[in-house]
């Protein structure tokens, strides 16, 4: 594997990406799986983290202790990325949150912006782009070049399911963003899915097939 791409090999990931994976697994259920893995995945993908020391007493007595100085930025692709936001604000309540509005289109495969609202400098220390799906890597590309041309200097990628030419595209237009995923497929079939994949992440996560 390339460098600056990890594909997790945690267990509770394998286990539960094959329970994702089922035709059988209902909007609520699949909703469930994918907040428990963006949390395994942040956890893995944020061992990098700044901490600062912090003076703190216990019951017993004064410690130094430590909490982290990174600010994140979580930046969700819509729509299939609203669902790794909550989780992962569960763990870092403090995150901002910034929505980036962008589809294929059905024909071309190429992303089209829609909704892009963020404020005028970036305020975060580390951006984390959230979307389950890296297919053509078209739409994470645009997603970072909209970032870095926002003025932010550190970038991580968070996706559950990728094609070797999703990640491929995405690595060589963006070398120096490290790439977390918890599983690398076979290919994409010609109307631009992920095999064996688990289909549309959108529309299985909020029951509009
Ligand atoms: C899916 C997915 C990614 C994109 C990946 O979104 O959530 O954003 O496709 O494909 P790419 O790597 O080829 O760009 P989609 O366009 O289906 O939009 P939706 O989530 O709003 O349905
Ligand atoms: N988007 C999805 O939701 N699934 C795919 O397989 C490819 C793009």
Redesign the pocket.
């Known amino acids: 594997m390339m460098d600056n791409v990890h594909v997790s090999q945690h267990p509770l990931i394998q286990h539960k990406l094959t329970l994702l994976r089922r035709t059988q697994t209902e909007p609520k259920k699949f909703r469930e799986l994918v907040h428990e893995l963006s949390q395994f995945l942040f956890y893995e993908a944020t061992l990098d983290l700044r901490l600062e020391t912090v003076d703190v007493e216990t019951p017993l007595a004064r410690l130094e202790g430590q909490h982290i100085a990174t600010h994140i930025g979580l930046f969700p692709i819509l729509r299939?990325g609203l669902g790794m936001v909550d989780p992962i604000l569960d763990l870092i309540p403090t995150a901002h949150v910034w929505h980036l509005g962008l589809y294929?289109d059905h024909t071309t495969l190429q992303p089209v912006t829609y909704y892009n609202k963020l404020p005028p400098e970036s305020d975060v220390d580390l951006c984390l782009i959230l979307d389950p799906?890296l297919?053509t890597g078209g739409s994470a590309v645009a997603a970072m070049d909209i970032l870095k041309k926002w003025g932010a200097n550190r970038i991580k990628f968070l996706g559950l399911i990728a094609a070797p030419e999703g990640v491929t595209t995405l690595h060589h237009a963006h070398p120096d963003v490290p790439i977390h995923l918890a599983a690398v497929d076979s290919h994409l079939n010609e109307q631009?899915?992920?095999v064996p994949?688990l289909?549309?992440?959108?529309d299985r996560q909020f029951g509009t097939g």
């Open positions: 299939a294929r799906m297919a631009g899915y992920i994949g289909g549309d992440a959108g």
